[in-house]
């Protein structure tokens, strides 16, 4: 349990590029499980035709890395459930003024 909550701590310095905001208060993170370093997310993105999702998963998969006893990484993206303005945190939504 301890590793996954150092996993979303670190998702959380993952800033999406376009809109200056960390993946995981834009609520693009969905799931995060880990089981004996094998640590699988599940995110979205802001649209299916996201021009930056290279630069999102590298970004996702170095910080998760960097983590003591990750030993593996699978990221799972998925648009079930579209993500909506509505996933995003309060902090988030403060931010940009909604």
Do not use: H
Request: glycine share 8%; charged share 30%; net charge negative.
């Amino acid at each position: 349990m301890q590793l996954t909550k150092q996993i979303k701590k670190n998702l959380s310095e993952v800033i999406d590029p376009e809109l200056g905001i960390d993946i995981v208060n834009l609520g693009l993170i969905y799931d995060v499980k880990e089981i004996n370093g094998q640590v699988v997310i599940v995110m979205t993105l802001t649209s299916p035709g996201c021009p930056l999702a290279g630069v999102i998963d590298e970004q996702v998969r170095e910080k998760v890395s960097k983590i003591k006893g990750v030993k593996d990484i699978r990221l799972d993206i998925t648009f079930e459930p579209l993500w909506t303005v509505d996933k995003m945190s309060e902090e988030a939504r403060a931010r940009f003024g909604m």
